[in-house]
């Protein structure tokens, strides 16, 4: 349904509904604004937009326009001035803008909004990137007939948390920053109290400003009285140099700026792009930053001589690599050399690492999977992934979300946003965990399972949905092998036995069930909590996981939510390039593309424990906590940072930071995006790219790769999933008229290039492609009994290697601690703070308890990844849960 | 042709009177430096950074001036002033305060754009260096000290100036 009206003379068609400041827009009129904001609810609190508006008086008898003597429609004008971000278009209707009354509307609203604004441009970090600023130049009186002494004073330098000030004075009441909180955020820890000239913004939480995306509000608030305590009088807005590049924390792939002054980052700024991160980040993201300009860098390659590391030169130590690789290689086989990289690198350097083992050296032996990502083996989403064009910022009413076994606000904090945003628009949202999460508050269904029968779940539900036969989609029948067996597989698991297993009431699977089956599109979102419950040692962990990866590919499959936009399975996996480390083939037995290999190689856990004499790794840190296999003979490392691993290293090779470089990394729902270089790089590290690059020409291969972007040229030949795509259709702009306006998204950020990503498509994408219901048999469920379990949840603020050096998320960095219920602490006799035990497989901890009412009865929790590693210590590589005995002390 | 001969020799002869008129008249040269003309107030040669009377810097910080400066040659770092270390009124002030008279072309604009006043083109043009970096001068070359009211602009003159503009000896 479309509304055509008239807005300064111009005739504009939009979709019903829309505000006249969105249609206006459309026709390239701008209305100016300060309380709007499009992903906020309008409140009509300034009074910047007012418009003249008319409608066309309609003759009530006959419901058409009445015409006047020239044959024209009657204009029935509003009395007064209206609001136009409130106001929705209507047909017919006539908007003026450009009128006196309305200019002078405009510099009456800004005369007043300046009675007590400080003007303190010169030292405000918002000044030249302010709206207030722009628009009084623009619309407002040059003087102000107000007393300059009656001005009202406030808090100028009010501190609201440690990563935002609040200048009260500068305030003008717009709300945009406690409507952030309360409507897209969900953390309503922002508001204003009291009222008229001392209405001003609290926060009530405890620790103040308590939220994952305050630094967001600094970006919309439209004057300067949100500023980040990190950006905060570090330059002038103009002085910034803006690269476009990506946040390289977790697997969201949030687009960025780099804001860059004489080589350092003055600030990171969200890049608008829809699709991904609309137009916000989170605060890991934005302050996570300072790894980058660290002193700790490594700066210089270093060999061990007589077991000291010392200086070499870059072509020493690449000798050195080659003499000593090719010695290895001559006494004991290709084979005895193996690989494993990070998968925070880019697709471009894991494509060169796994080809390098694979076609230079001759061997499988490559991985990725160490720390949290060994938990995951995803080859699901490769099958059965959302389909491309899912776009979570629009959703609503009839998609349904299944969240299973993620903390998304912890694990993918802006992902968390986007589906928390749908359910706000209506989409059904079934959370499903071991403990409850942040987002159950915004869920219609959330289901707590035992930990470790999260996939009984699961088998309870498609048992449901085959019961009531919602299988939806016709066309399944025809795409899917193996819906007998399922149905006879799935026969056994009717909610009343899964119930008992998993401790979630029979009722409550039907309904979330039958929600689920019952919408027309489908999401699932699977994280590493439902994953990696094995029995202790036996297996890997991400053979653990694979229940539950086929349980959700099933539901997917057979509700028929595949290879369509907002459609399919998304894996909450954990690092910022986890996507492409899987589809580049960073694994023994599969090589790019997801083509099997014949003949697969030892992987992370086998090559750790000894099956090679010499180890490549580059950007991870496995054997943090683990000490060398007595077989390894040569170690090689690639990083930015002397870690564990490092440091038992033979050869350390410093390699450039995500800032320092260009590449593309693969998000979560498969987008390839593009990162620019923005900083010099430290000393004489190199990308990690170049530096196996040389290693392969001094091994005799002749790669000829000049830039980045030539080896993703060679993937988008090389690997199907990849065609199509090249380093300048991923760098090219996006239309300005998708953009926002600067008085809306305040911030220069947009000389930086708002760009687009490629998807690559899911397989059931491809219409012929026929999909296996396989079935594999759920894991026992965990045994009852004495003990507890341990559960290592993933947090943001933790304490890796890159967030431990931001300062200035200070006291959020969460400290090795054990979480549990306050039964279990009042059972044990311990208080918060006190000391506890936790023993496991013949290891014993002792951390301060946290009494935290989120954690069930009998679970402990020790987050992953904190200093010192406690957790991983307890459970082994890559395992999320293990049965414990706690005791005090 | 004898005509030519003729005015040719009178104007010879007039060039050598005024050769011989201006031989008697006293020189024009200045004896720099010994001797010394002084400038006009409006002069502008390097810079100065003031100060409020209570010795606070009145410098924000704010790059307004090296934001106007047409060859930007001047280099402005901030940071926010504490109760410990209170270097000018208000939240910020200038941790670095550079300016690179090499580029600079004394044209006033940097002064023109402060807001506080703080920058001013003074009177103290012997700007030769020995290397270039010296040209580079700092925040602590360009602020004027702390008590006194006056500026020194020679090496044996002092020169008051209760006001800005305005010389008095
Ligand atoms: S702090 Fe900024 S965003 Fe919040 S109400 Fe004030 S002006 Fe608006
Ligand atoms: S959500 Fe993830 S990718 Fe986005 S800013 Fe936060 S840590 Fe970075
Ligand atoms: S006088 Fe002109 S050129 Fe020199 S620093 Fe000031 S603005 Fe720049
Ligand atoms: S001298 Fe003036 S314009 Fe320059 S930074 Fe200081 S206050 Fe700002
Ligand atoms: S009232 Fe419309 S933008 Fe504030």
Redesign the pocket.
Known sequence: MTVTLTIDGRQATVPKGTLIVEAAKQVGIEIPVFCYHPKLEPVGMCRMCLVTVGTPLVNRATGQSQLDADGLPIIRWFPKPQTACTMSVSEGMVVITDSQEVAADRKAILEFLLTSHPLDC?VCDKGGECPLQDLTYRHGPGVSRFDYDSKHHSAKRYPLGDLIVLDRERCILCARCTRFQSEIAQDPVLAIENRGRDARIVSYSNPVFDSHYSGNTTDICPVGALTSRDFRFHARAWELTNIPSLCNHCGVGCNTVLSTRRGQIARIMPRQNETVNEVWICDKGRFGHHFNSSPYRLTMPLIRRDGELVEASWDDALQHVASRLTSIIEAHGSDSIGGIAGACLPNEDLYLFQKFLREVIGTHNVDHRVGLSATFEDDTVYAVGVGTGTDLGRVGRDTAFLVIGSDLDQEAPILYLRVAGAARHGATLITAGGRPTKLDKQSNHSLRYRYGTATHLLLGMIHVILEANLTGNETVPHRVNGLNELRANVADWAPERVAEITGVPPDEIRAAARAFGEAKNGIVLYGPEGLGWGNGTQGTSWEAGSPLRQAVANLVTLTGFIGRPNNGVIAVLPHANSRGAADLGVVPDRLPGYVPAERPGLNAQEMLGGGVRALLVAGADPLAGVTLADELEFLVVQELFLTQTAQQADVILPAAALAERDGTFTNLERWVQRFDPGLPVPGQARPDWTIIRQLAVLLGADWAYATVGGVLAEMAQAIPLYRGMSYEQLSQPVSLSRRMSHYIYAGMSFQAEMREGMQWPALAEDGSAKLELDWLDPPAPPAEGDGFTLVAPRVLYDGGTLLGQAEILGTRLVQPHIALSSADAAALGVLDGQGLQVSANGQSISLPARVDGLVPQGVVAIPRNLKGAPAESLLGEGRIFSRVKVVKG | MLREVWSGSIEILRAMWITLKHFFRPPVTNQYPDDRVPVYPRFRARHV?KRYENGLE?????????A?CPTDC?L?I?AENTEENRRSPGERY?EV?EINLLRCIFCGY?AE???????VLEHDFELSTHNRWDAIITQEELLEPHEPDYILIRDDQVWVEPKWGHLTK
């Open positions: 010169p | 950074l009145r410098c924000i910080g704010c790059s307004l001036c090296a106007a001047i402005v901030a200038a305060y940097c754009a402060c807001p506080t006043e703080a920058i």
